[in-house]
């Protein structure tokens, strides 16, 4: 049974209340995060208050539902108003949102509690936590070892049990990678299904919310809470949202699997994909069948990343410039000398790096080289993927090509980094939804990921296949050392 239902069936008993809840998780943040440091900010008082809403809203049988009471966090780069929202960049040090994003005020609006806002790489932009200008955060398996990113301070926290769950963003990766590291679950939506108001922006047309999680079925309860459509993202599709839990439970015999070769091989540690390749084959187990598909231009989407993301994310950052919110420099002689030192006392070396190739593939003489041309491969990775599900219901991949890498390791090596989202940024160029669910450890005990791949807005089915594997495997009930969990 899925933490949330776990927990949901204590509070309706009477034998747990959310306060007690909330305070035992606030214990464990404050025991275990400064080892850690996956939170950057906790909101003890306001997750108190929400948690006593929470109690009153249940003695009341007003509007419960599976979140009511249940502590959650949300990564520092949506808004709650009443805490700051940082990005985890010296630019926004002092920043206070003024609204909730639209997928935290849906989470308030089903009586969940926010414990505080977890660390992450600066602007998402980062494949390690390394790059948070506010400290890295560490591994729970292995505090020697990085987490993944650029959602490593949610995924830290939920496979610590920090929080029950939280939310993270993913743009090439940043759900699924760190879930993979961490040994959790983590779900990327299909680009639209989930509102992005009151997320700040990386790359707008590869961004998109999600749920980290201990199981799927919890990150299915969490999907159904905070989709939909939204009249302040004009991205949000204005379709029915499903019951993404109708599913769970139903055999999988007949669904057709696509294993793309691409995907293994060259590049992919060998314990990462023999350990894949053992859980493709328990997925033929339950009965799925399986089929060779090709990806071609799936060599080409980390390239094709790495020039539309930091373009986008170009654009984006533009507004800090040290004059209407963020930090400020000195005062110097004139208006260009403080954009230029704002911004260069503000941002990191990692979001600098990424502004200037984004400004240069957009520059005259340059755009229809790169910006134009990886637009082209774009569109010939997404028929890659549309041709392949006229084959398959679901693909399966490793999630990362390697298990996480030890802190210091590659930060100085900018390429070996950004090769960290091979497996995951063509998704997220197509617009698909996927999910990493554990799948085995290596050697080391270090967490290995099972990625799978849906057809747009297909959800449902892909939650159904990661939990049929979730649920005839022990991988889900394994944890980290050393953090009592399950005690």
Not at 34 to 45: F, I, R, S, V
Not at 53 to 79: C, F, Q, W, Y
Not at 213 to 226: F, G, K, M, N, Y
Request: aromatic content about 8%.
């Amino acid at each position: 049974m899925s933490r949330i239902r776990t927990l949901q069936k204590q509070l309706a008993a009477g034998t747990l209340t959310s306060v007690a809840l909330t305070e035992r998780y606030l214990a464990r943040i404050r025991e275990y995060n400064p080892g850690l440091h996956a939170y950057l900010h906790t909101a003890e008082a306001f997750a108190l208050e929400l948690a006593h809403r929470a109690d009153e809203r249940r003695r009341n049988d007003r509007d419960v539902t599976p979140l009511t009471g249940i502590p959650l966090s949300i990564k520092d780069v949506m808004h709650v108003h009443g805490l700051p929202t940082t990005c985890a960049s010296k630019i926004l040090e002092h920043f206070h949102p003024t609204y909730h994003a639209t997928t935290v005020a849906r989470l308030l609006d089903a009586g969940a509690v926010i414990l505080g806002k977890t660390n992450m790489d600066e602007f998402a932009m980062g494949a390690s936590n390394e790059h948070s200008a506010y400290g890295a955060v560490r591994n729970p398996w292995d505090p020697a070892r990085i987490p993944g990113g650029s959602s490593g301070g949610s995924a830290a926290a939920v496979s610590a049990d920090l929080c029950v769950a939280s939310l993270g963003s993913d743009t090439g990766g940043s759900i699924r990678q760190p879930a993979a590291f961490c040994g959790i679950v983590g779900l990327k939506p299909t680009y639209g299904r989930v509102s992005r108001y009151g997320l700040v922006a990386f790359a707008s047309s590869l961004d998109q919310i999600g749920p980290m999680t201990q199981s799927v079925e919890d990150a299915a309860l969490i999907l159904q809470q905070i989709a939909g459509h939204d009249p302040a993202d004009s991205t949000a599709r204005n379709i029915p949202v499903p019951d993404f839990s109708a599913r769970l439970g139903d055999e999988i015999a007949g669904v057709r699997i696509g294993i793309p070769e691409e995907y293994f091989g060259e590049g992919i540690d060998a314990p990462v994909e023999a350990t894949v390749r053992t859980a493709i084959a328990h997925l033929e187990s339950l009965g799925a069948t399986t089929v060779k598909i090709h990806l071609p231009h799936t060599r080409y989407a980390v390239p094709c990343y790495y020039i539309i993301a930091p373009a986008e994310a170009s654009a984006n950052l533009a507004r800090y410039d040290g004059v209407r919110f963020g930090h400020r420099a000195a005062a110097r002689g004139n208006l260009h000398d403080l954009y230029c030192a704002s911004r260069s006392e503000g941002f990191g070396p990692e979001v600098t790096r990424r502004i200037m190739i984004g400004t240069y593939v957009l520059s005259s003489g340059y755009y229809d080289a790169y910006y134009k041309k990886a637009q082209q491969v774009r569109t010939l990775i997404a028929r890659d993927f549309a041709e392949a599900f006229t084959q398959v219901d679901v693909i399966c991949t490793p999630t990362t090509p390697h298990v996480a890498f030890r802190a210091g390791e590659r930060l100085d090596d900018p390429l070996q980094m950004y090769l960290a989202d091979i497996c995951t940024s063509s998704c997220n160029l197509a617009g698909l939804p996927g999910i990493s669910v554990p799948c085995g450890v290596n050697a080391d005990g270090m967490p290995i990921g099972l990625q799978l791949l849906g057809r747009p807005m297909d959800e449902v089915t892909l939650l159904q296949v990661a939990y049929a594997y979730e649920q005839s495997t022990s991988w889900h009930r394994h944890h980290p050392p050393h953090y009592g969990i399950g005690a």
